[in-house]
C-alpha cells in the first residue's frame, strides 16, 4: 500500500516538473533560431534537468522512498510532466514570433 504522502510528493514532483517543462520548452523555442536546435534540447537536456530535480527534490523530503515500483515513479515524475511540458508550450501558448513585445528605450 502507498502512502499519502508519497502519492501527494508525486503530485507536487508532477505539477513542479510540468511548469518546469513548459517553461525550459518556451525558452528554447524563443532563443533557438532552428526547430531542430529547440527539438534536440527539448529531447535531451529537459528530462536531464528533471532528473536533476527529481535528486534534489526527493532526497531531503523524501518522496518516493515508500514506492515499490521505480519504472512508474519514473514514469510519473520525468515521463507525464516531460509531455505535458512541451504540449502546453506546443498547443497552448502562442508561437513566439506571434507575441508583441514592448518597445524598449
Known amino acids: 500500500m502507498v502512502a499519502v504522502s508519497t502519492v501527494i ?3 507536487i514532483l508532477l505539477v513542479v516538473h510540468t511548469a518546469m ?31 536533476a530535480s527529481t535528486m534534489l527534490l526527493s532526497g531531503p523530503f523524501g518522496i518516493g522512498t515508500a514506492a515499490a515500483d521505480r519504472t512508474t515513479a519514473l514514469i510519473v515524475v520525468i515521463g507525464i510532466p516531460l509531455t505535458l511540458g512541451i504540449t502546453i508550450d506546443l498547443l497552448w ?13
Open 21 to 51: 517543462a513548459a517553461i525550459v520548452t518556451r525558452f528554447f523555442r524563443i532563443r533557438l533560431t532552428t526547430n531542430w536546435g529547440a527539438a534536440l534540447y527539448a529531447a535531451i537536456l529537459i528530462p536531464m534537468l528533471l532528473v
Open 9 to 11: 510528493g508525486y503530485g
Open 93 to 105: 501558448m502562442p508561437h513566439p514570433d506571434e507575441v508583441e513585445l514592448p518597445d524598449t528605450t
